[in-house]
């Protein structure tokens, strides 16, 4: 829009994710962005009233908000013609939830839909109701499923729950572990190689053939974002050192990657991501 080009924003007291995400909405929105604060500044976006950005702002008056208005143009796709007093609430940790007046304009377009739907007798008429709250009540909404359809469902859903059957790991079907790395300098893979082709072990870099992920930590790469879903082991390359000492693989249990930080700030937890 042309009055995206007449803003400039920089922001103040945001840190980490929640600064890349305010900066990302910015960009998204297409207002120019800036790393500083100057006169030519239209927007202060403040995580809380204080710093030299802030009393600056306050001083060439510069409007100083929050993260909501930033939201609500993203929402809306306009630029609110009067910042209300929720613009300038600082220090408030709930700024990215989105509040149930912004849910009934999200899902006010559905009301239209239903209606339709409605009218052409595609729904159940004995099936449920609900409304949204501010809007005109809106009823039969669950579409019509025949019996027939539900008893096939339910019937491929017991099949699938109660299949014993497996796909084959690489390592079981060949009887060899198959191993891919990610987080290791090409010096440290290469030490690692000859001592692997001895052992009868396969060295890859398709995710989907690996048995063993062996990475030094937790990693936001392609190898182990796919890995942990198939392979059956991710161990540190102490793993690997210590094998070569005993001149056999030995048990991956106590060699099983932990990195607890990391795995706090992803909120994950790799023992049960691989039992998964």
Partial sequence: PEWCKKMSVTLTNYVGLERDLVRDM???????????????????ICKRPDGRKYEKAL????????SVLIGDIIHSGEMPTVLVSKYTEFGKNDEFNASC??????LKPWQKFISEYTQKDLIDQ????????????VTQVCPRVSTDAQDECHSRAKRIKHS???????????????????GLSPAAVKKFKPAL?????????????????????????????????????????D??????????????KPYTLKDEDTEKVFMMNIPLSLER
């Fill in 126 to 137: 004995e099936s449920c109701k609900f409304s949204f709250v501010g809007l005109q009540p």
């Fill in 239 to 252: 793993w690997l050192e210590e094998s070569i000492k005993q001149n056999t693989f030995v048990d991956e």
């Fill in 101 to 106: 007046f912004e849910a009934i304009r999200l």
């Fill in 59 to 66: 001083e060439w008056n510069i409007h100083t908000v929050n």
């Fill in 164 to 182: 014993n059957t497996k796909i084959p790991s690489s390592s079981k079907r060949t009887g060899r572990p198959c191993i891919m790395f990610t």
């Fill in 197 to 237: 082709k001895s052992f009868g072990a396969t060295i890859t870099t398709d995710p989907q053939k690996c048995t063993h992920l062996v990475s030094p930590r937790v990693a936001r790469t392609v190898k182990f974002l796919c890995a942990i879903s198939v392979c059956q082991h991710i161990v540190t390359p």
């Fill in 26 to 44: 910015i960009r998204i929105i297409g207002i120019p962005y800036t790393g500083h604060l100057s006169r030519t500044t239209t927007h202060l």
